[in-house]
Each structure stands twice: as structure tokens, then as C-alpha cells.
């Protein structure tokens, strides 16, 4: 318990005095460092703060001289003012009682108006004082103790939120990075009313409800794991010093146990990802890869889905980099987890994943797909890409279809990438390309239009269609170019090339003549229109 004023005159040894509060009265929860006894008119100079300054008042002559008093211990931070003032003095008790009352001050100025033995009065205080002083030492060793424990033991965040409510009497709550409550520890560990437990969770950053109490009557502190800000855990106590201390250890050992987690989430992600590099000229058999594959937590059922996941360029800051694909990969796990399959992930170059995923058993293959994918590219809207490579019953020949998974997602991104930049003029993330808007792409969404996307900056490419288009590559050409886009798309049908383009006959092949004659080639044969068609993809980007 913390000595104040209030409790300091309820010491046996200040109601002997018969105390009187003069003024101050919302002040006399001022928490007490010390008593000073002193019948010196200027202490400001010897005090530090929370004295409570005891004297005889000899040197108070008058109210001029009070109130120099009262404001020198004002302006000191003292925790208040005893005056033991008997009878016969009462001149010097109306001076008191004028100052007090014309002192722009709350500090507490009490008056004995018995005897009191001073020495008696502040040994009892300064033992209550000492006394809460070794209270609190020992309740800091037995948190101290607690939660180093649980640290060492790497409990979970539930024992480590039970161990604090006890302490501190009361529900503590986990937040993740988004403010959701993803734990609450209760006193006893005991298992909470549903009533008990929305009445909780209003006390949290994501509560929205008009009760929900206000953030200044919240204690949080902060869940940092390797310097960043992992979530943070809340409590709601009057008694703020002490939940302080217990949330700031509760918080470390809570930090602990997340980085424990993570370091063993990234040594079987370092061993996933040389797996998968590994197969990539796999020697062994089939069997071999298999057994490897379920002793890194693949269990196959007989379905497995190659994926690739690319995301927009990554920081030019290593750090920042380093996060975001730390947090590509939480996500992707984090999606495996709650769809029930399973999953190797490794690197797929330096902006993206590759993914051996696993569907659970009696769990369709496109349900368990559409889970993940959604769940990844919606966490960061526009700036992921999920593709499929085909499916397989084998470990190596799925990990075969890694390569075609990248190259899709690849073509998706380029795509998308370009589809906005031809709308807005700047390079950005466009929407979903595939026809029914699924979160993942396959080889049928991207086929020609992807490829020429990803080769649009290689030079051959560019020179190729430079080659087949020629004058019409100009500024003043695009009606021209439109037009051949049109019988390209039609597939050399005159009669669907006039329906498209809102033209007649004729004019479709008048058109058609002069445009061979420019170009030196046939637009009715086969070949020709596919070369015409991809040099058009390849002028698009």
C-alpha cells in the first residue's frame, strides 16, 4: 500500500494530535517520500519532492509570512503541511487558516491541536514508509521471479496471461499487430461467462462499442519482437504503477516465446526451402522424397498443388525487404493453417515463394486453393499474385510444376502491371486478369498475352516487332494498328473483321490490300497472322 497523507494522519501517533485539515482535501491522496521536521521559513532548497513537512510553527508571525510558507512547499512539491499549534496560540492558527485561505494552493495543511511527541510521530510514519518501500521490493522480486521463470520455461502466452491476471486480479488481454484479441488470461486460469468475456474485449483497441471505456483508462504496454512492434497487452486497473510493472515483464516473456516461435519457424523454413531447391535435380527415389517431405510436415494425401506467390518489387532498404517478406510468409502460413493443409514454402527468387501445398484429407483441392489464395492477396490488396502449376501425386513430379506456377505468376504480375499503365500512364498494380475473378492464376489465364509481358523489355523481342510492323509503329498509326488488331483477333475473317471494326466489305478489303502491300506479307495465311500477333503483344508493353 502506497503512505500518503490521508494514511499518515491515521498513524495512532497523528490522531493523538487531534488533527484538523485546514485546506487540501483532494490532495491527501499525495503520496508521502518522507517527513521532514523543520521551523525554518525557506525549504524549498532542502527538499526533493513528497515530503511531508512537520513543525511547531514558530517562525509563522503572521498570514504574510504563512503564505510565504505554504507557497515555498507548494513550489517544492511537497506532499503537504503539519502544524501542531496548541492552545493559546490560536493568533497563529488565524494566520494559518487566512493563508491557506488566500494561497492559490491544494497542498494539505493540517493543524494538531494536541501534543505530540515528534520523534514518536515520524519514526511510525517513516516505518509505514520503509514498510511499503520492502512491500514493494518484494512484490518486484516475486514478478521478477515469475515471469523469468516462465521465460526460461518458454511458456505459452495463455500461462504467461494467467500468471499476470493473478497478480494483478484482474483480465489481461494479447493483441496481435492488428488489434485483434488473440488472448485472454483470466485470475485462477479459470474459464470465463460469455458475458464475462464481451465485457473483456471491450477493453480492447478493436472494441466499438459505446461503452467501450476510454484509452486513457487502459494500461497497454508494448510486445516488441527484434525491436518491432508485435502486438501489445491490456488491462484495466486503478492501481497503475503496480499493472504497469507486471504487463512490462508479462510483455517481455510474452516477446520471448514469439521469438523462440519464430526462430523455430525459420530453421524449418530455411529446410523447406533447400528441400525444394533440392528437388529441383533430384537423384533419389520417389519414396526418398516423399519420407523427406513428411518429416518437414507435408502430408500428402495423394493431391499436391505447386504455387508460386510474387509480390510488387520489394524496398531497396535490406531491412525493410527483410520484413516484407517475412510478412508474405506469415501470411502464407497463416492461410495454410486455417484452411487444415499443409505446406513447404521456399524462396522464389528475391520477390516471391514457391509452395508445395498439401490439401487436407476429404477436403477438395479447389476449396483449400481458393482459402489460400484469397487469404494471401487479400491481406495486401494489388500487390500479390498466387499461381497454380498443375497438380500431381508425387512430390517430385509436383515440384516439377514450380517452374510453370512462377512462370504464370510472373505473367499475371506483367500483365496486370501493364493493363495500368496503358490506362493511367503509370506503372501500377491492375486488377485480376483471369476470367472469373479467382484469387490465383493458371497457365489457360496468361498463355501468349503473359509470355510477351515478361519478354516486352528483352531487345530481340522489340526488334522482332519492330521488324514485322514497321511503318505502322509511327505516331499517326494507331487507326492502322487498331485495325489490325481486330483481323489478327478475328483470325483472318474478312466477314468477323468487317462485323468488329463497323465496316463494310469492301472497305475491310481495301484495307487489307493496302496493309499488305505496306507490310510485304499475306494476311491470310496462318503463319503470318501469329507472327503479326505477337509482334502487336510484344508493341503493347
Known amino acids: 500500500m502506497q503512505i500518503t497523507v490521508a494514511s499518515v494522519l491515521d498513524l495512532p501517533a497523528a490522531r493523538k494530535g487531534t488533527p484538523e485539515l485546514v485546506s487540501g482535501q483532494e490532495n491527501l491522496e499525495n503520496p508521502v517520500r518522507w517527513v521532514h521536521v523543520s521551523e525554518q521559513l525557506r525549504l524549498s532548497d532542502l527538499l526533493q519532492g513528497g515530503e511531508l513537512v512537520l513543525t511547531t510553527g514558530l517562525m509563522l508571525q503572521d498570514a504574510e509570512t504563512a503564505a510565504e510558507l505554504i507557497q515555498d512547499l507548494d513550489d517544492a512539491n511537497a506532499a503537504g503541511l503539519i502544524?501542531?499549534?496548541?492552545?493559546?496560540?490560536?493568533?497563529?492558527?488565524?494566520?494559518?487558516r487566512t493563508?491557506?485561505?488566500?494561497?492559490?494552493?491544494?497542498?494539505?495543511?493540517?493543524?494538531?491541536?494536541?501534543?505530540?511527541?515528534?520523534?514518536?510521530?515520524?519514526?511510525?510514519?517513516?516505518?509505514?514508509?520503509?514498510?511499503?518501500?520492502?512491500e514493494a521490493l518484494e512484490s518486484n522480486r516475486r514478478v521478477h521471479e515469475t515471469f523469468t521463470d516462465l521465460a526460461l520455461s518458454d511458456a505459452e502466452p495463455a500461462t504467461v496471461l494467467t500468471a499476470a491476471a493473478d497478480m494483478l486480479q484482474a483480465p489481461v488481454l494479447l493483441e496481435d499487430p492488428l488489434g485483434r484479441v488473440v488472448e485472454v488470461?483470466?485470475?485462477?486460469?479459470?474459464?470465463?461467462?460469455?458475458?464475462?468475456?464481451?465485457?473483456?474485449?471491450?477493453?480492447s483497441s478493436a472494441a466499438d462499442h459505446p461503452d467501450s471505456p476510454d484509452e486513457?483508462?487502459?494500461?497497454?504496454?508494448?510486445?516488441?519482437?527484434?525491436?518491432?512492434?508485435?502486438?501489445?497487452?491490456?488491462?484495466?486497473?486503478?492501481?497503475?504503477?503496480?499493472?504497469?510493472?507486471?504487463?512490462?515483464?508479462?510483455?517481455?516473456?510474452?516477446?520471448?516465446?514469439l521469438m523462440a516461435e519464430r526462430d523455430e519457424r525459420d530453421?524449418?523454413?530455411?529446410?523447406?526451402?533447400?528441400?525444394?531447391?533440392?528437388?529441383?535435380?533430384?537423384?533419389?527415389?520417389?519414396?526418398?522424397?516423399?519420407?523427406?517431405?513428411?518429416?518437414?510436415?507435408?502430408?500428402?494425401?495423394?493431391?499436391?498443388?505447386?504455387?508460386?506467390?510474387?509480390?510488387?518489387?520489394?524496398?531497396?532498404?535490406?531491412?525493410?525487404?527483410?520484413?516484407?517478406?517475412?510478412?508474405?510468409?506469415?501470411?502464407?502460413?497463416?492461410?495454410?493453417?486455417?484452411?487444415?493443409?499443409?505446406?513447404?514454402?521456399?524462396?522464389?527468387?528475391?520477390?516471391?515463394?514457391?509452395?508445395?501445398?498439401?490439401?487436407?484429407?476429404?477436403?477438395?483441392?479447389?476449396?483449400?486453393?481458393?482459402?489460400?489464395?484469397?487469404?494471401?492477396?487479400?491481406?495486401?490488396?494489388?500487390?500479390?499474385?498466387?499461381?497454380?502449376?498443375?497438380?500431381?501425386?508425387?512430390?517430385?513430379?509436383a515440384a516439377a510444376g514450380l517452374v510453370e506456377a512462377a512462370h504464370v505468376a510472373e505473367a499475371a504480375q506483367r500483365l496486370a502491371q501493364r493493363q495500368v499503365r496503358d490506362e493511367s500512364g503509370a506503372p501500377a498494380v491492375g486488377p485480376s486478369t483471369n476470367a472469373d475473378e479467382r484469387a490465383w492464376y493458371r497457365a489457360a489465364d496468361v498463355r501468349l498475352p503473359g509470355l510477351m509481358a515478361m519478354l516486352a523489355g528483352d531487345e530481340r523481342v522489340v526488334?522482332?516487332?519492330?521488324?514485322?510492323?514497321?511503318?505502322?509503329?509511327?505516331?499517326?498509326?494507331?487507326?492502322?494498328?487498331?485495325?489490325?488488331?481486330?483481323?489478327?483477333?478475328?483470325?483472318?475473317?474478312?466477314?468477323?473483321?468487317?462485323?468488329?471494326?463497323?465496316?463494310?466489305?469492301?472497305?475491310?478489303?481495301?484495307?487489307?490490300?493496302?496493309l499488305e502491300e505496306e507490310l510485304g506479307v499475306s494476311l491470310s495465311e496462318p503463319a503470318s497472322l501469329t507472327s503479326l500477333a505477337v509482334a502487336l503483344s510484344a508493341a503493347e508493353r
Open 99 to 134: 493563508a491557506a485561505r488566500h494561497t492559490a494552493t491544494t497542498l494539505p495543511i493540517v493543524i494538531l491541536h494536541s501534543k505530540v511527541r515528534f520523534v514518536e510521530f515520524t519514526e511510525a510514519a517513516h516505518r509505514s514508509i520503509l514498510g511499503d518501500h520492502l
Open 267 to 397: 530453421l524449418a523454413g530455411i529446410a523447406q526451402s533447400s528441400f525444394l531447391t533440392e528437388l529441383n535435380q533430384w537423384s533419389g527415389s520417389a519414396e526418398d522424397a516423399q519420407t523427406r517431405a513428411a518429416s518437414l510436415g507435408l502430408n500428402n494425401a495423394g493431391r499436391l498443388v505447386p504455387l508460386a506467390v510474387r509480390t510488387s518489387t520489394l524496398p531497396e532498404d535490406p531491412l525493410a525487404a527483410t520484413r516484407e517478406e517475412r510478412r508474405l510468409r506469415d501470411d502464407l502460413t497463416r492461410a495454410v493453417d486455417e484452411s487444415g493443409a499443409t505446406a513447404l514454402v521456399g524462396h522464389l527468387g528475391a520477390d516471391g515463394l514457391s509452395v508445395l501445398l498439401a490439401p487436407g484429407r476429404g477436403t477438395r483441392r479447389g476449396v483449400t486453393l481458393d482459402r489460400v489464395a484469397s487469404a494471401v492477396v487479400s491481406a495486401d490488396p494489388g500487390n500479390r499474385w498466387v499461381a497454380v502449376g498443375p497438380t500431381s501425386a508425387t512430390v517430385v513430379e
Open 185 to 203: 488470461g483470466f485470475p485462477g486460469g479459470r474459464t470465463p461467462s460469455a458475458e464475462e468475456t464481451a465485457q473483456v474485449l471491450r477493453h
Open 216 to 257: 486513457d483508462n487502459r494500461i497497454s504496454v508494448v510486445v516488441r519482437v527484434r525491436n518491432t512492434a508485435w502486438g501489445r497487452l491490456v488491462s484495466v486497473l486503478p492501481d497503475h504503477a503496480q499493472a504497469q510493472h507486471v504487463l512490462e515483464r508479462a510483455a517481455q516473456a510474452v516477446a520471448l516465446h
Open 83 to 96: 502544524v501542531e499549534l496548541l492552545p493559546g496560540r490560536e493568533p497563529t492558527m488565524s494566520a494559518l
Open 463 to 514: 526488334r522482332f516487332a519492330r521488324s514485322e510492323l514497321g511503318p505502322l509503329l509511327e505516331d499517326d498509326r494507331e487507326e492502322d494498328l487498331a485495325f489490325l488488331r481486330t483481323l489478327v483477333a478475328a483470325g483472318g475473317s474478312k466477314q468477323e473483321t468487317a462485323r468488329r471494326a463497323y465496316l463494310s466489305r469492301p472497305a475491310v478489303y481495301h484495307r487489307i490490300s493496302r
